[in-house]
Every structure is written in C-alpha cells, then in structure tokens.
C-alpha cells in the first residue's frame, strides 16, 4: 500500500510562489504515473500536472508556463513547484499516483490560498 503526504500549502500573495511537495511511503520509481490535481470551493477536482508514460510531463492550460512537476527517486517525493500564483489558483491540491498494476493513491490534501 502507497501512501501520500503533501505539504508546503499556504497563504500567499498574487504573484508570489509555493513549493508543494509529496512524500511517498514506497518508491515513486516503480509508478505508471504521478501528478498534481485540484479542487476549488464549488468546482470539480481537476488536473493540473502529470508526469505519465516515458517521463512525458503534461500541464493544464491554466497553470503552463507557471507550474513545474518534479520528482526526486532518491527522496521518494514529487513536487509542484507554482510561481506567478493567482487568485484563481486557490484550492486545495492533491498528490496522486498510479502503481505499475493499477492502483491508484491520493494524498489528503493541502490548502493552497492566494490573495490579491
């Protein structure tokens, strides 16, 4: 079983920047896929990045050119780096992961707010 722990949410100020980080409790090597979604007040949960198939990085519209998906094998963590953070960035964020034979994890979330 695969569990996950995102921290490094907060409050911040438009245009300012977050390091979100994931902790796995087993090998992130072994996934299929990792990524970062979100979920606004009101809002259906969302993708926002995801590193997939032969290391391909896909990005929401919304957040590319802002956001950067990383992964340290090594630490056993994936990251969400977010700069140039707007007001409609804020939502809670989740890590997720994908094991090689299917299974799927989520973190519990951490709250992400940018204020004006």
């Known amino acids: 079983q695969v569990q996950l722990m995102e921290s490094g949410g907060g409050l911040v100020q438009a245009g300012g920047s977050l390091r979100l980080s994931c902790a796995a409790s087993?090998?992130?090597?072994?996934?299929?896929?990792v990524g970062w979604y979100r979920q606004a007040p009101g809002k259906q949960r969302e993708v926002v990045a995801r590193?997939?198939?032969?290391?391909?990085?896909n990005y929401a519209d919304f957040v590319k050119g802002r956001f950067t998906i990383s992964r340290d094998y090594a630490k056993n963590t994936i990251f969400l780096q977010m700069n140039s953070l707007k007001p409609g960035d804020t939502a809670v964020y989740y890590c997720?992961?994908?094991?090689?034979?299917?299974?799927?994890?989520w973190g519990q979330g951490t709250q992400v707010t940018v204020s004006q």
């Open positions: 087993g090998s992130i090597f072994s996934a299929n896929a």
């Open positions: 590193i997939g198939q032969f290391g391909i990085t």
């Open positions: 997720n992961l994908i094991t090689r034979d299917g299974m799927e994890y």
